[in-house]
């Protein structure tokens, strides 16, 4: 447990990002899993909505340090990937 006043306000500071960072974390991963699914159920206007949102938010995390920009990178092109096979089988 933290007792110095610098410790106390480092893990004041730790814990708010963390819950901003699942906060992001948890929306990018409602919007991709959203998009996943409108893809697969042949909604490709739906898909490409929630795509957008979901990039617009991966590239917001890059800037906000949540997000490392190799894994956003990955998690782009996973999610562009997934909407365009489901596109195909559906």
Do not use: F
Request: glycine fraction near 2%.
């Amino acid at each position: 447990m933290a007792r110095n006043p610098s410790a106390m306000k480092y893990k004041r500071q730790s814990d708010r990002a963390r819950t901003m960072n699942r906060a992001r974390k948890s929306t990018i991963r409602t919007y991709t899993k959203k998009a996943i699914a409108a893809a697969e159920s042949g909604n490709m206007a739906e898909a490409e909505a929630h795509q957008k949102t979901a990039i617009s938010l991966i590239d917001k995390a890059i800037l906000r340090a949540t997000l490392h920009k190799n894994t956003a990178a990955r998690k782009k092109s996973r999610l562009i990937k997934q909407i365009r096979e489901a596109g195909q089988a559906a």
